[in-house]
């Protein structure tokens, strides 16, 4: 709909500012020449194996320089980059790699076992680890000089309430009209520095890898989050902005003892579900300048922000949305008044088109324009957004989304168990991890919760695998036999619940 | 072609932060909450006159907050400004309403008698002042909440080479992507603070207005350019960016004496055609942070601009395209290499779509998404734009061709000269050859032509020296203070005219 060609936006930041500095990991310095340089190499070598426009390319990547790279290749080819989350378990990563119809896999040195036993299960999938990838010959052609706008760049899974994964797509205007949104609610400064911490194989991590290139800010890559290093970065390095998820941002308050962060340090920007009030009070103490977001995978990042001046007055809101952004709070098929919880229901050019392959979802998901996001809130008189929780039953553990359904769907593949509900317990380090209840198929089983637990453990990844096991005779359910998760909570011994 | 829905955006602004301060006038300061309010009134009042969508809507303004709300009205009601200079004759804005089938003209109360000048013309156009259309009765109906944005918001007249002016369309696009391509290359502060003292029925002013809503940040408005008021706001009134012309900045330079603006003062935005070196030299000197630009009615305001860190290296060259734009250099059918002189031409979503009602200028001005614009310069070999001249102006001696502002450059050297203007005049033998009139700094002097003319001999190509000197008093200028060369012919003795 909103189709037109724009210069790709790494050769663009490469011709206008060549020699400002695009990434520092601690060990390394990249110019935005450099990195073109590098990245458009890469595409040559990729074009010499034979990918073409719409291809899809699978990534699986720890944050480092390399998938910066490979993510920049793709608007010089056409194709399209599906990160996978490296902490999944393989059969989820071959899921997803059947599922996106990935022509290829390129993975981190790091993953050769794991890419091993994907190529086991799906032996005709092209892969190649990075090196591999270097030593190739460069094809002669050319390579994109532009994008198309609609075209897109990514495919990022994420669980739906629907229990299996679905590809949301995004395109470059996603991308383009997100980091736009942001600089107009946030400021853009000469001298700015991003720390991305957060997984580039996130849309978290991936919006800033856009940002870099269009407003042409340097970003702090750190492999792996560590409070100490972060805390290091804001104090000595001269870094001005940081994305987090709750669990972050305790640490490093844990870490950083009696000290400050200095003046120039001017946002931290806290994603990934609600935050405790308790958090949110001992960041005002410490003039640490939070600001809370609310975002998905289907709006590309954060879509509503609080504004820097409501900071204070509005501790807990995560505040209106973004200047191209709409948002409104649906109570069945009525917009709810103000101060009236319901649906989450948002609108703007950053939000995606749909999911791959899946026009039902799709059509259930977006209706009019509108995302339906299935997590709920309600508006203030003034219209400031209060998320009150994700996606109803969605447990958020250490910044990552469980979608109990997923779960619970793991476990009816268990030959002993015929009824599971999972939902979130609170947790000391992790905010919340996933608990199971389940019901067994007779009697006279002598399955264990630790049987279980290992039975997911190796078809989920590490986060989703529940950490307690209940066994009942019967689930909630209601009239129309509907599992009632929220009434699991009564059945939790009195030290889990919430 | 990238046709979409967006809020309207003084509507957005209001809604996402109604308390910042939208104007101050040195008597009157308005918040965006108040912006709005007045504005929705003034639409509502023009609802009830039966104005609708597509109308278009002449204004007769000073700088002053009604013709700032009139232009807001315009998305509330799908309506088209036409804004008209107040420096023109009444002929000719008699003309301009004709061609742009205005459907009203409303006027500041100090131009009533212009006013009936033009009724007395044109008999049958409807024309109100702003008075009399404030004691108009709201109608009851909606305004519209959202603009398309590939609607159009703003009719611009511009003398082009033909020598008839052709009216600009520009759409809700073009101004978007001219103020976020703006605030890519500039930055955003949450503390900046724009000045407009150019005025605001020329593009230069209405793009600030078009950044005031979409980044939030609030405009000083001068109702006249005077050199001292602007040296004040900016010492001491944090005004942080300044749009300027030479001849204001050279001025302002002028008035401050051994004062310095702040470190806060982050940018003085100068367009309005090349600037002579000596200038640029002496705001270096006197740590003025300048940022040179190009740009045309055309291109929504600046389309080149030269980065900071590029403001010292690459003195006098216009910068680099900004970041959704493209330039480059055509020599008849080929593009130009670099260090070679051509057309400028130059493509991007702020660019106009064309002329109203001038499909045969369109085309042949928009060829594929480029826009020639007429103008001469060159990139160097690191794609930084020098702008010559307007082509118009061109001086063709003996076959070689002559820039006037680069022997105006020269004569400004010269220290009893403050002002320059060249043009050609017929020759026999050479067909044309430059013709210079200056400004002397004060009276008393005892300059004459032939030192003038031996003044230049030393500094410029025999081709390029003046033939003719003439002193006078004050040059010909628009009402942004831009030199009028074909208003100099005027000034020729009858024997020279062409």
New interface residues.
Partial sequence: ????Q??NWLK??A???P??MAFYTGKETVTFRELDNEVRSLALKLAGMGFVKHDKIALLFNNQLDIVKLYHTMPYLGTVAVPLNTRLSYEEQKWQLEDSGAAALIYDEAYRERANKIKELNPKLQMMSIRELESQTEASGDLSTHVN?DDLHTIIYTSGTTGFPKGVMLSYNNHWWSA?GA??NL????DDKWLAAVPLFHVSGLSMLMKNV???VPVVLHAAFDPEAVNRAIIEDGVTMVSVVTTMLTQMIDRLGDKTYPKSFRCMLLGGGPAPKVVLDLCKDKGIPVFQTYGLSETGSQIVTL???YMLEKLGSAG??L??C?IKIMKGHQEAEANTEGEIVVKG?NVTRGYLNRPQATEETIIDGWLYTGDIGYLDDD?FLYVLDRRKDLIISGGENVYPAEVEAVLLQHQDIVESGVIGVKHARWGQVPAAFVKLRGTGQTVTEQAVIEFCKERLAGYKTPKHVFFVDELPRNASKKLLRRNLYDLLPDQLRP
Same sequence: chains 1, 2.
Wanted: glycine share 8%; hydrophobic share 40%.
């Fill in positions: 709909m909103i189709d037109h724009m210069p663009q930041r011709f206008l500012t020699d400002r706008m736009v600089a107009l400021g853009l400064q000469i269009i407003y042409g504004s820097p001046e209106k949305p200047f191209p709409e050019p219209g």
